[in-house]
């Protein structure tokens, strides 16, 4: 979306390749994820979650991928549609239960 | 349609007159929170509220107030504005304390102070 950074990394796919988006996460003490994602002038928009007792969860046309031993999330989006467009955000819940810490963001382009 | 509800979508206001931003949730959940978004320091957390008439600082809580008088509805005041306050809002909601549940974000907010 317009508001969410100036210098997101960009991902650029062709419209009905896989899309792979990464995320680091910063606390070893989180025990529950999630992807979001941010359309331009609108809110974020819960797509998956995932606990710290499941290494991959799957939905529909994504999976999360949950990598502990390097605190590693990845949101995979299968035949990426034009609507897939967006910035992609990862949350964890830190050593808090009183608020999500998100990440930066990644912006997905989609190529028609 | 369950849904968080933020008002206004759009808001220009001049320095030290003081506003409140409404938000209304209709899922019956007991935490809301306020979050602001700005470029290149992403989502950062202002106030929340674990159930009525409880809230708590967040991480950048300078300048805001809220208030939790029923379990539907959680405003943000700011008495008074200044430009650094400039930015994207988000009004959140989820079911209940941990976060063992997503939140659900309203549409936003954008204010500009001048």
């Known amino acids: 979306g317009e508001n969410v950074g100036l210098h997101l990394p960009t991902l650029s796919v062709q419209e009905g390749d896989n899309s792979i988006i990464n995320c680091a996460y910063s606390?070893?003490?989180?025990?529950?994820f999630i992807w979001y994602k941010q359309e331009s002038g609108k809110g974020p928009q819960f797509i998956i979650d995932?606990?710290?007792?499941?290494d991959k969860r799957q939905g529909q046309r994504v999976t999360v991928l949950l990598n502990k031993t390097v605190k590693h999330l990845s949101l995979q989006i299968a035949a990426t549609q034009p609507g897939d467009s967006a910035v992609y955000f990862c949350a964890e819940n830190g050593d808090s239960s009183y608020k999500l810490i998100f990440g930066s963001g990644t912006r997905l382009l989609v190529r028609p | 349609e369950a849904q968080v509800t933020q008002n206004p979508r759009y808001l220009i206001t001049v320095t030290g007159k003081k506003l409140t931003v409404t938000c209304s949730q209709n899922?019956?959940?007991?935490?809301m929170s306020w979050y602001r978004q700005d470029p290149g320091l992403g989502l950062r957390q202002i106030y929340y509220s674990m159930n009525v008439e409880v809230t708590d600082k967040g991480d950048v809580p300078e300048g805001y107030k809220v208030s939790r008088k029923e379990k539907r509805n959680f405003p943000l005041i700011l008495e008074s504005p200044s430009p650094n306050q400039t930015s994207l809002y988000f009004c959140a909601s989820r079911e209940q304390g941990f976060f063992n549940s997503p939140l659900h974000f309203g549409n936003g907010t954008r204010l500009t102070v001048t």
């Open positions: 899922m019956n959940h007991e935490y």
């Open positions: 995932i606990r710290s007792n499941m």
């Open positions: 606390n070893s003490a989180s025990d529950y």
